[in-house]
């Protein structure tokens, strides 16, 4: 496992929110920022920092995206039509990885690439092993007949700490899911307060 996904909870400490809502989050235990001075609490943001900090839970929340890859998707976004944030949300949310996670095949996010990885995963019957790999609406993603029954899966599956969003439909007993549309902001189910529009600030200095 790598260093990455082993101090992934310690995220949440650094940001000073449970990044994915979980009850095993280290921030619910100590709420205040890692090191021998976090017990002092967390210190007011300046305009910059507030920015920043809306960048990093996105990159964070996403399993910890690169910033050249980041700034690359935000680019992205930013060349569309529409809103900036809107349409970077919806380019984070049409990645594979995101949607393997969303749809309940993976635990977390984390998992959920390392999934893709290890070519579990197919699109419209082809196997697909590139986590930034984006979905288009109707797409259908389906797992492997080998990995059905790992065991990673099916502890996915039966969790009951998030729902499948309206964007995605699934059919739970035959492994399958379909990407039925690019979701809004308000349509995704982040469990803490995500604001795009910080992001395209930070961007934009």
């Known amino acids: 496992m790598s260093k990455r996904l082993n101090r992934k909870f310690g995220i949440s400490r650094r940001i000073g929110e449970s990044l994915w809502g979980l009850d095993r989050d280290a921030y619910n235990k100590r709420n205040y920022p ?78 959920s690439r390392q999934f893709v990885s290890h070519k579990h995963v197919k699109v419209n019957g082809e196997t697909v092993n590139i986590p930034s790999y984006r979905l288009k609406p109707s797409d259908i993603i389906e797992l492997k007949n080998s990995s059905k029954n790992n065991l990673l899966v099916l502890k996915a599956r039966e969790s009951n700490d998030r729902k499948v969003p309206e964007y995605i439909k699934v059919e739970a007993n ?32």
């Open 34 to 111: 890692p090191g021998v001075h976090g017990i002092s609490g967390y210190k007011r943001p300046t305009e910059y920092g507030v920015q920043l900090i809306a960048k990093q839970k996105l990159k964070k929340y996403y399993g910890d995206i690169r910033e050249k890859q980041f700034r690359a998707i935000y680019q992205k976004a930013s060349m569309k039509k529409g809103d900036t944030g809107e349409n970077l949300i919806g380019l984070l949310e049409s990645r594979i990885d995101a949607f393997v996670y969303r749809s309940k095949f993976a635990p977390t996010v984390f998992a």
């Open 174 to 205: 035959n492994f399958r899911a379909t990407f039925l549309e690019v979701p809004t902001l308000k349509q995704v189910p982040f469990p803490v307060q995500m604001k795009p529009n910080l992001v395209v600030e930070f961007y934009s200095r």
